[in-house]
């Protein structure tokens, strides 16, 4: 398919890197400012290499690219909330083209799912958005293979910068504020970390597994959610867990009763006592029992092998 993607963030530059051996064509490539158009297909190494040295990917105007010539508009600007603009911009302008959109921003489909929905009815185009919801773990695609109405539940480790200072404050017996920063030093939580520690992230993601499985019964948005962070774990709690055998993870849950994330003890032993930056998602499934689906919930490379994933489902238009 022809690709048209928007952002040339971490995910945004691995699915231009690795579409083509998916089989794909990126027909553009835009940053905030600029944009790479080209309808036989941009040189993908060449824009990457000139929004390193100048800091633009192209010399045409990032609305070119909503434009141009494209099967499906993959949506990898940063998340936002309330309006989710302008990422729900983008997926209108694709969808009113009847064209397809392939979310990795989590906004659209977590602040304004029901209009995302309407537009996709009306629209030749389909919407899918793996993603959003669990990076490279196949969440909503075994969702769809067992039928929504077949999960009952389902709960989990959504964030990997909360995950590892939880997990290094049980290792070594340091306080938030250590581990915390420790993981900026290393890249694995951001300058501002607010959106992973406070839980809106994990929060987002189970939103939108809400909105999934209610099946147009409801809509979710971020404020319905119940959410409480890890920045008021401290260390004594964690250490009070290990002598019971326990330990504390950020927990999504999304249930009858709504959608839940917040700190959680846990069997230090247990499925859901993942360590580090890995995610995990458990499904409980009407008769099949519990589904665990673990691996790596971020990153560029892993996302964009969920987001070339719904590429390849996509039908032809």
């Known amino acids: 398919m022809r690709l048209a993607i928007v952002g040339a963030g971490a ?5 231009a890197e690795l579409a ?14 600029s944009a790479a158009v080209d309808a036989d297909g941009i040189d993908v190494a060449a824009a990457l290499e000139r929004k390193r040295e100048d800091g633009q990917v ?4 990032p609305e070119d690219a909503l434009d141009g010539e494209y099967d499906a508009l993959v949506e990898a600007t940063p998340t936002t909330l ?9 997926v209108r302008t694709a969808l009113e083209r009847d064209r397809h959109a392939v979310l990795a921003n989590k906004g659209p489909v977590a602040e304004r799912y029901d209009e995302v929905r309407e537009l996709e009815g009306e629209s030749a185009g389909a919407v899918r958005f793996e993603a959003a919801v669990g990076g490279a773990i196949p969440v909503l695609s075994t969702v769809a293979d067992f039928g929504p109405e077949n999960i009952v539940a389902a709960r989990g480790v959504l964030n990997g910068t909360a995950n590892f200072v939880l997990t290094r404050m049980a290792a070594e017996g340091l306080d938030y504020e250590h581990v915390l920063a420790e993981a900026q030093d290393m890249g694995v939580a951001e300058a501002d970390p607010s959106f992973d520690v406070e839980g809106t992230d994990a929060a987002l993601k189970c939103v939108i597994l809400a909105n999934v499985l209610a099946q147009g019964e409801r809509t979710y948005r971020l404020d319905d959610a119940e959410v409480e962070g890890i920045t008021d ?9 290990h002598e019971d055998g326990r330990t504390v993870r950020l927990i999504g849950e999304v249930s009858g009763d ?25 499904l409980e499934t009407e008769h099949a029992g519990r589904l665990n ?6 990153g560029g490379p892993e996302t964009a092998t969920a987001v070339l994933s719904d590429v390849g489902r996509l039908p032809e238009l």
Do not use: C, K, M, W
């Open 258 to 282: 709504g959608v839940r994330v917040g700190p959680r003890l846990v069997s230090e032993h247990g499925d859901l006592a993942v360590g580090g930056t890995t995610n995990i998602v458990q």
């Open 293 to 298: 689906l673990s691996g790596r919930g971020a």
């Open 20 to 33: 083509g051996g998916y089989g794909h064509t990126v027909t553009a490539l835009t940053d905030s400012g």
């Open 82 to 90: 309330g309006d989710a603009q302008p990422g729900f911009g983008h």
């Open 58 to 61: 192209g010399t045409a105007d």
């Open 233 to 241: 774990v401290p260390g004594s709690a964690l250490e009070l867990a």
């Open 11 to 15: 995910v945004g530059r691995s699915v």
